[in-house]
């Protein structure tokens, strides 16, 4: 055998035995975390994963904040638990199913009204409210001239009237079944068309349009829409007094009665009553809807939107992040100036502001696009220490563009003396940046910079990426 050979053999064996070790740990990783129940799970991971249907009551984005019914209740689920929510965007019911029974979400966040033949296939929390079905029809063009008898003669108020008639309802909800049901009940057809393709808003809005006829809704539901649409009438009932909870899988008895315990005492709490009020009571929220910013209308989130899309290409970034961290610094306020002397939409301080050529009579394009080259500036400093991982360089950007780009590299200067990965940022810098507020650490010889309130970065980061998970379930890309 070779000299050469023989001196191969080592390092060969050397990364074999690094390579199995490493898969050994990995799997015993994965069996670890599957022997863990799902509270136990979902608190391992860190977040809770909901999947929620996008409309105007139970989640959307409006002034570029998220909002709605189930998202608010769903946050300060997790909250309880002591995770982050996270939201999967599905309005097709059959596929919210699927993803549950996949494991690629803990819990499906939306009106799911309780039947016996769901609870075959899931188990149910505690009901987070109660409704009933109604019908959705339009009232006459002229209705508004008529009396209250020749209204009423205008409209179907004896479910016997459906006989025949055509009814659109979304694909596999309760409403498709309910109107099986009563078609039975009455003895005669009624002509459903279930659409896989269009949710309960949706068709409400075609309701609206004189697309079509009729559909079925949620009453709490109807009644927001009928807000937004006065044409409609939602008075006639079709079903009983029904209840609305969220679904879980199958046999998951420990996150159901964790969720349970929480929801029968939350659900008497006055935040309840506002949240549900907020809602599904509240006359001015035809204003959100009715909004330019209301996402889900024109994929807006501010009068800047056109600025941000041009110049987020010159960092080559999607225009939603550079949105989000202009949310986070000035809540699109062109005019909001901080304690600290920062101004704009972008916050800049006035040395920065004045290095990159704006000061606070400039316009807010002008703000914005200075805004982008200070990142520009921050994305260079970061490439020439080696950082390629696109992904892990947005967040120390972000972090710079709040604390200052001599602290973060203060804190990569104390990973790496750790042992953690100067390059990462989740579990690895981000530690450290919270530990500059700690004289152990503030004074440790590899810092140039001293003392910061790494708190107040750390969470910046966090936020501004949340919030651009959100934009990209509500607004198109481009």
Same mark, same amino acid.
Request: a positive charge; aromatic letters at 12%; hydrophobic letters at 35%.
């Given at each position: 055998m070779?000299?050469?050979?023989?001196?191969?053999?080592?390092?060969?064996?050397?990364?074999?035995?690094?390579?199995?070790?490493?898969n050994?740990?990995?799997?015993?990783?994965k069996?670890?975390?599957?022997?863990?129940?799902?509270?136990?799970?979902?608190?391992?991971?860190?977040?809770?994963?909901?999947?929620?249907?996008?409309?105007?009551?139970?989640?959307?984005?409006?002034?570029?904040?998220p909002?709605?019914?189930?998202?608010?209740?769903?946050?300060?689920l997790?909250?309880?638990l002591?995770?982050?929510?996270?939201?999967k965007?599905?309005?097709?019911?059959d596929?919210?199913?699927?993803?549950?029974?996949?494991g690629?979400?803990?819990?499906?966040g939306?009106n799911?009204?309780?039947t016996?033949?769901?609870?075959?296939?899931?188990?149910?929390?505690y009901?987070h409210?109660?409704?009933?079905?109604?019908l959705?029809?339009?009232?006459?063009?002229?209705w508004?001239?008529?009396?209250?008898?020749?209204?009423?003669?205008?409209l179907?108020?004896?479910?016997?009237?459906?006989?025949?008639k055509?009814?659109?309802?979304?694909?596999?909800?309760?409403?498709?079944?309910?109107?099986r049901?009563?078609?039975?009940?009455?003895?005669?057809?009624?002509?459903?068309?279930?659409?896989?393709?269009?949710?309960?808003?949706?068709?409400?809005?075609?309701?609206?349009?004189?697309e079509?006829?009729?559909?079925?809704a949620?009453e709490n539901?109807?009644?927001?829409n009928?807000?937004?649409?006065?044409?409609?009438?939602?008075?006639?009932a079709?079903?009983?007094?029904?209840?609305?909870a969220?679904?879980?899988?199958k046999?998951?008895?420990?996150?159901?009665?964790?969720?349970?315990?929480?929801?029968?005492?939350?659900?008497?709490?006055?935040?309840?009553?506002?949240?549900?009020?907020?809602?599904?009571?509240?006359? =001015?929220?035809?204003?959100?809807?009715?909004?330019?910013?209301?996402a889900?209308?024109?994929?807006?989130?501010?009068?800047?939107?056109e600025?941000?899309?041009?110049?987020?290409?010159?960092?080559?970034?999607?225009?939603?992040?550079?949105?989000?961290?202009?949310?986070?610094?000035? =809540?699109?306020?062109?005019n909001?100036?901080?304690?600290?002397?920062?101004?704009?939409?972008?916050?800049?301080m006035?040395?920065?502001?004045?290095?990159?050529?704006?000061?606070?009579?400039?316009?807010?394009?002008?703000?914005?696009?200075?805004?982008?080259?200070?990142?520009?500036w921050?994305?260079?400093?970061?490439?020439? =220490?080696?950082?390629?991982?696109?992904?892990?360089?947005?967040?120390?950007?972000?972090a710079?563009?709040?604390?200052?780009?001599?602290?973060v590299?203060?804190?990569?200067?104390?990973?790496?003396?750790?042992?953690?990965?100067?390059?990462?940022?989740?579990?690895?810098?981000?530690?450290?940046?919270?530990?500059?507020?700690?004289?152990?650490?503030?004074?440790?010889?590899?810092?140039?910079?001293?003392?910061?309130?790494?708190?107040?970065?750390y969470?910046?980061?966090?936020?501004?990426i949340?919030?651009?998970?959100?934009?990209?379930?509500?607004?198109?890309?481009?």
């Amino acid at each position: 055998m070779s000299d050469f050979i023989r001196n191969l053999k080592f390092p060969l064996l050397f990364i074999l035995i690094i390579v199995l070790t490493f898969n050994t740990c990995k799997e015993k990783e994965k069996e670890s975390f599957s022997s863990l129940n799902s509270i136990e799970k979902i608190k391992k991971k860190g977040k809770l994963v909901a999947v929620m249907d996008y409309n105007s009551t139970n989640y959307f984005i409006y002034r570029g904040e998220p909002m709605g019914y189930q998202y608010e209740l769903l946050k300060l689920l997790a909250e309880d638990l002591g995770v982050k929510l996270e939201v999967k965007v599905e309005n097709d019911i059959d596929k919210n199913f699927e993803m549950l029974k996949r494991g690629d979400c803990d819990i499906i966040g939306i009106n799911l009204t309780v039947t016996k033949e769901r609870s075959k296939t899931i188990d149910f929390t505690y009901p987070h409210s109660q409704t009933h079905q109604v019908l959705v029809q339009r009232k006459p063009e002229n209705w508004n001239k008529l009396s209250k008898d020749e209204l009423e003669a205008n409209l179907l108020r004896n479910q016997l009237n459906l006989a025949g008639k055509v009814v659109y309802v979304q694909k596999g909800t309760s409403y498709e079944q309910r109107m099986r049901n009563l078609s039975d009940e009455i003895g005669d057809s009624i002509k459903l068309i279930e659409k896989s393709d269009k949710e309960v808003e949706e068709l409400i809005e075609l309701v609206a349009r004189g697309e079509i006829d009729y559909t079925v809704a949620d009453e709490n539901i109807a009644l927001v829409n009928q807000i937004y649409y006065p044409i409609l009438d939602v008075k006639t009932a079709v079903s009983f007094p029904q209840n609305l909870a969220w679904g879980l899988k199958k046999g998951d008895s420990l996150l159901k009665s964790e969720i349970d315990t929480w929801l029968k005492e939350f659900k008497k709490s006055t935040k309840y009553a506002l949240i549900y009020a907020k809602y599904f009571k509240n006359p =001015r929220s035809i204003k959100i809807v009715e909004s330019d910013y209301y996402a889900s209308n024109f994929g807006k989130v501010s009068v800047y939107d056109e600025h941000i899309k041009k110049y987020s290409k010159n960092i080559d970034w999607d225009w939603r992040l550079l949105a989000s961290l202009i949310y986070q610094e000035s =809540r699109f306020k062109a005019n909001v100036k901080s304690w600290a002397g920062a101004y704009g939409l972008m916050q800049l301080m006035p040395t920065t502001a004045k290095t990159f050529g704006v000061n606070k009579s400039s316009s807010p394009e002008k703000h914005i696009k200075a805004g982008v080259d200070f990142i520009q500036w921050l994305n260079i400093r970061f490439e020439k =220490r080696g950082m390629t991982d696109e992904e892990e360089k947005i967040k120390f950007v972000l972090a710079s563009y709040n604390v200052g780009l001599g602290h973060v590299l203060d804190a990569r200067r104390l990973a790496e003396k750790d042992g953690k990965n100067p390059n990462i940022w989740e579990n690895n810098v981000d530690e450290y940046i919270l530990k500059k507020s700690n004289p152990l650490y503030y004074k440790d010889p590899v810092v140039k910079y001293g003392y910061c309130r790494g708190s107040e970065t750390y969470n910046y980061v966090i936020e501004i990426i949340e919030r651009y998970e959100h934009y990209k379930n509500a607004i198109p890309e481009t």
